[in-house]
């Protein structure tokens, strides 16, 4: 019985972001021609902001999956709040996860923006 509660506590310890790994991620500006993207990710190292002009893609070395966060907006500034700094202006509404490969697409409001 203490072996099963041992191997649980260990799992859970590993499922947490301590464990987790920075890698690189590769975020992409999927919106409307002639457009930018405004991306802001929270990292345990501090913000990381940058603009993609769409159809471009940038990869970000030292982003910690599933710990990490991102917002992004069109045509930005990024804020706390990920939310659209006026009428006309367009943001996610909430600091997503990074998690490469499951967040690739988000269709939001006519057009997709993504982090993979």
């Known amino acids: 019985m203490r072996a099963l509660a041992a191997a649980a506590l260990l799992l859970g310890a590993l499922a947490t972001p301590a464990f ?6 590769e975020f992409v500006c999927s919106a409307p021609a002639g457009h930018t993207c405004q ?44 939310t659209a700094p006026e009428v006309g202006k367009w943001c996610l509404g909430y600091w997503q996860d990074v998690v490469p490969g ?3 697409r988000l ?9 993979n």
Request: proline content about 8%.
């Open 20 to 25: 987790a790994q920075e890698k690189a991620v």
């Open 39 to 82: 991306f802001g990710i929270k990292t345990a190292k501090g913000p990381v902001n940058f603009a993609l002009p769409s159809g471009q893609k940038k990869v970000v070395e030292g982003v910690t999956p599933r710990a990490d966060k991102y917002c992004v907006c069109d045509p930005g500034p990024v804020n706390e709040t990920c």
């Open 102 to 104: 499951l967040n690739s």
């Open 107 to 115: 269709e939001v409001g006519g057009f997709a923006v993504a982090g």
